[in-house]
Each structure stands twice: as C-alpha cells, then as structure tokens.
C-alpha cells in the first residue's frame, strides 16, 4: 500500500522530532507564507513558506504545502509578497563597548577639520575649565582634508580644556592634556610623534594612552551594563541580525550575555572569542595559565552563547598609520601621521616566536585560533606561523583566521587556500577608508585591499563583520554595522565619497547574502544549525522592507528588518 504524499510527510517529520528530541506533534508554532524565501541553500532554492516549531524550522516549501500543516493555535503572518532570508550574522564587532558608548552624549558625525572645530567649539561652551573634551573614536584619515587637527588649532580652541581625540591606535592631546597629565618634552614614550626641533606634536601612539589622565568614567552596576546591552542587541535585530561574534573579550562579558539568555532577554546568538594580552616577559607560563584558568574551549556554550576563537592584536590599524606594511608606509603616510623613519613599516605587538608559541598551545589544546592583522606584513607573518604549526598538526580543517587583513596578495591568498585560512573582514572599512588608502598607500598596494572577487574565485572563505564599536546609529556610528550598507559595498565597490574603486573586484547580491548568512555560520562551526532556511535548522529568519535580489542597487543600502525572527520568535517587528 502506498503512503499519501501527507502522510509521508508526517513520518518524515516525526523521524525528525524524534531525532531532534522534540514533541512529535506535527502542529507547526508558526508559519511565514506568501513570501520570496531565499533559503541559501546548496541549491539557492526559492521557497514560498516556511513552518516553525519549537524554535526549528520544520518545512520549506510552496504556499499550499505548508498552509496546509496548520493547526488551531498556528501562528500564520502573511509576509505578503516580501523577501524572506537566513537571519544575518555579524561576524567581528563589539556590542559591549558599543552599548555604553553614547549613554552620555551623542557622538558627533565628523567629515571635515570644520566639523571637528565646531563641535570642539560648542563643548568649551557647556563645558567648565579643565573638563575635559572627549571623542572616544576619531580618524582623521576619514576627514575630506586628511589632515589631523594641529596642536596649535587644538589649543586655540580650547585653551583650558583639555582634549583627547581617540583613534585606538593613535590619538591627538592638546598641550592643557599635556600639562593635565604631567607630560613634557622629556617624557619617555617612544609613542610620542615629535617635529624636527624635539618638540611635541601633540600626534600620541597607543602606548601614551596610559600616561593621559583622564576622568575616571561612571561606573554603571551590572544591571545597567546588562540594560544596555540588551538595548544594542535590540538595534542589530532592526536590521535583520540574528547572530553575532563578540570579538575581543573575556569570561566577564560571556557571563553577561549568559545571564541575558537566563532571563530570557538575549535576541541574538553570540559567539564570544576571547582575547590575549600582550605578555611582559619572555616566559609564557604565566599566560598560559591565564588561558587554563578561563575555564572555556572553543566550541563551548549552547545554540545561544558559545565560546569562539583565542585572538591576539598583532599590529595596529590603517587610520593611525600603525598597521604593520609589506613595505615602508611611503611619503604620503610621512605627512599625514608625522613619520619620520623612511624605513618604517608599521607596529607589530608580537614577535614571530612569541605568536608560535600561543598558537601552538592553541592547536594542542583544541583552541581556534586568529589574530588581529590590519596591514600586509600582519597577514604574511601570521601565516608563517600558520605554516609552522600546520606541521605539527594540521589545521586545514580546524577554521583559523585572519581578521581583517585587508591586504591579500595572491601568494598569501594561495598560502591561506592550502592551510584552509578564512578571511574575516570588514566591508565598512572599505566604504569608509578605501579612498585614503589609495591616496596615500598608491594605486599598486590597493589593488590588494578587501580584493573579495579574487578571494573567492580563490576559494577563500570570505567572512562579514562590521567591527562596529561606538555609536548607536547603523550607518553614522564610528564602524557602521549596517549589514545591508556593507552588501552594497562589496558589490558596487562603492565609497562613502562616491568613487568606485576596483570595480573588478565587485561581488554578486547572492554571495554578499552568504558572507552574511552561512558563510559565517562556517566560520564558528555553526552551519548545521543556522546560516540558511532549511528543515532542522535553528528558525532565525528576516522579513525585509525590499527584495535584496531584484531591488535597484543603490536601494539595498537603505534595506532594514520589516520582521525578525529568532529561535521561532519576534524579537522585532517594524511599526
């Protein structure tokens, strides 16, 4: 006797529930019907419906199929004619510090020096003598002059305030900073940039960021840290956002969003990767006991929080002239961040040995592992001691990375195929700095810059992230977060000043949504649970305001969530 086309059904679905521990009961929680539903699957199957039940999806298909699977209690939403896609993920970016960033005050929008100097002004007015004047993330290489302000302009501005304008690998003080902070000429700090007479500039690296005393922040209880990370996650579900990797943190920040799952308050999946301090002596002991005494591996956690990759900050970054270069910065990058050696190629935190030594441990003790690594020179030196350790256990198969990167040669793009090295990346920064790197880094060196057509064509795993760390705005925050926003660029090469740079380089709609979607479910070994719509996986969908596939491109920037689902329930939904 032959099954019914819906009984065979029904018994596929219990073998399922069973397999997935769950109720039998084939009644779906939800179905979502009349949609365009780009599954992302290995067929980039276009569905009409899809049904839900405790949290997974459990049926893909046409309208009538699934309908048809609805119980008394189903929840049934038209999404009338919508697209409907995987929720996204974000790959690199930092919620905590995000949350809390304008608690206080907004942080201004900045393009020119004209802008900085206004919004300098009007502090000096609010503000007492000796407060200070604080902008947590300044990069004046995304200023139209790219100039940073002088100390003369800084000090005639406010003379009796002092300043901190902070790059995070560079910054700017004022000479009431200085005198603020017990600062002279002869301070020792090779951080302080200097003119040709020995006089500061008032042009601060990093490591002078310890020496600036500034005011002591209002300490919030962890109650308020966990209100307003709450409310970031919030503003990433208006987006479409689903699943989050934390990117660099500790046991301190994992306990929270633990704790926000435990009160049923968390709307977004997070991946916490856990970073490594720079050690102060050649003995890794003690650092390795750090490590041990965290108590985690990667992998460890549930669906909603678990434990990523061990990272390290290998250089400094491209907007403060620090990010560790294949070759000298040139003259240009003299100019503008006040380098004197012609020789100089960048910071670099750790040596080869040093790097190896954690990387090993890593490797032997089931640690994914990445490092932060903005410049060339990063990219190659990591990947030697990839190639190292690669010989005492092979790590093709295990997931490391490189975040950022942003300069890929074809050999290193060939050296990351054959050790199975993923490209974490940030589209924003491209959108926000690709026209400064080509002024001062030349047309040569940025035809390696977020080059994703030849990373993919090289059958590199590209990931999507954002870096997003301050500001609450998904476009005019400091890293703009908006994934939709970073779509457009990979596949317009389009820069927030309107040139297109290396358009050969464009990618399709359809892989900027899988560098989004399952891409970066690969990447923390989660694409058997989410990444796409398929029947099993975890039930984290978006409605969006338009169609990602057909819609005029530069529409797709201005892309939002009409509807966002996660674990098969709303977590936002747009009025």
């Known amino acids: 006797m032959k099954l019914t086309t819906k009984l065979l059904l029904a018994v596929q679905f219990n073998l399922l529930f069973l397999l997935l521990g769950c109720s039998p009961s084939l009644t779906p929680d939800m179905i979502l019907f009349n949609g365009k539903i780009i599954t992302v699957d290995q067929k ?58 304008e608690l206080n005050y907004k942080i201004p929008d900045v393009h020119s020096l004209a802008d900085i100097f206004t919004w300098i002004k009007s502090e000096t007015q609010v503000k007492k003598n000796g407060e200070w004047i604080i902008m947590p993330k300044m990069f004046f290489t995304r200023l139209k002059e790219l100039k940073q302000p002088t100390l003369a302009q800084l000090d005639s501005l406010a003379p009796n305030n002092p300043i901190f304008l902070n790059g995070t690998y560079g910054g700017m003080i004022n000479t ?37 005393k500034l005011p002591k922040e209002k300490e919030l209880t962890y ?33 929270m969003y633990q704790d926000l799952h435990k009160a049923g308050n968390l709307t977004v999946r997070v991946c916490q990767n856990i970073v490594l301090p720079k050690p102060t002596t050649k003995d890794f002991n003690h650092l390795v006991d750090s490590i041990k005494a965290l108590g985690y591996v990667t992998g460890q956690g549930d669906e909603w929080t678990r434990i990523g990759r061990m990272k390290l900050f290998l250089d400094g970054g491209i907007l403060t002239g620090t990010a560790y270069l294949r070759e000298p ?49 990063g990219v190659d030196l990591l990947l030697d001691v990839y190639e190292e350790v690669n010989k005492i256990k092979p790590i093709k198969d295990l997931r490391w990375s490189i975040i950022h990167g942003n300069f890929f040669t074809k050999e290193a793009i060939e050296r990351m195929k054959n050790l199975g090295v993923y490209a974490d990346m940030q589209p924003a920064w491209f959108y926000k700095d690709a026209d400064a790197v080509k002024y001062i880094l030349g047309d040569e060196r940025t035809k390696t810059f977020q080059n994703y057509r030849t ?43 309107g040139t297109v740079i290396l358009p050969e380089e464009a990618i399709t709609r359809q892989e900027a949504l899988k560098i989004y979607t399952i891409n970066n479910a690969f990447a923390s070994s989660e694409e058997k649970i989410k990444g796409s719509i398929e029947v099993g996986k975890l039930a984290d969908m978006a409605v969006l305001s338009a169609d990602l596939y057909e819609c005029p491109v530069d529409q797709i920037k201005d892309i939002v969530a009409d509807l966002t689902i996660v674990g098969g329930k709303i977590v936002f939904k747009r009025k």
């Not at 459990?58 to 995987?86: C, F, H, R, S, Y």
């Not at 090993?360 to 990445?370: D, H, L, Q, R, S």
Request: proline share 2%.
């Open 329 to 377: 910065w040139g003259n240009k990058a003299k100019a503008i961040f006040g380098i004197t050696d012609s020789t100089y190629r960048g910071v670099v935190n750790f040596t080869h040995d040093q790097i190896l030594a954690i990387a090993k441990y890593a490797v032997e003790n089931n640690w994914k592992f990445t490092a932060h690594s903005t410049g060339g020179g």
């Open 176 to 212: 009431c900073a200085m005198k603020v902070s017990g600062i002279t000429k002869e301070t020792d700090n090779p951080g302080f940039l200097k003119d040709k007479d020995g006089k500061l500039t008032g042009n601060i690296r990093v490591s002078v960021f310890k020496l600036v």
């Open 223 to 255: 109650q308020e840290k966990l209100n307003t990370l709450q409310a970031m996650l919030s503003r990433y579900n208006e987006l479409g956002i689903t699943s989050l990797c934390s990117g660099d943190n500790d046991q301190n920040n994992f306990k």
């Open 44 to 101: 980039s199957t276009i569905a009409q419906a899809v049904a839900v039940k405790e949290g997974k999806i459990t049926a893909v298909g046409t309208n009538d199929e699934i309908k048809k699977l609805a119980g008394e209690k189903t929840q049934l939403i038209d999404v009338q004619g919508k697209t409907l896609i995987p929720g996204l993920d974000d790959a690199h970016l930092h919620p905590e510090w995000a949350a809390v960033s």
């Open 455 to 497: 990373l993919l064509d090289n059958g590199i795993m590209v990931n999507g992230g954002s870096d997003h760390m301050v500001g609450w705005d998904s476009k005019t925050s400091i890293n703009p977060y908006n994934p939709f926003l970073a779509m457009w660029t990979m596949i317009t090469r389009t820069t927030e000043r």
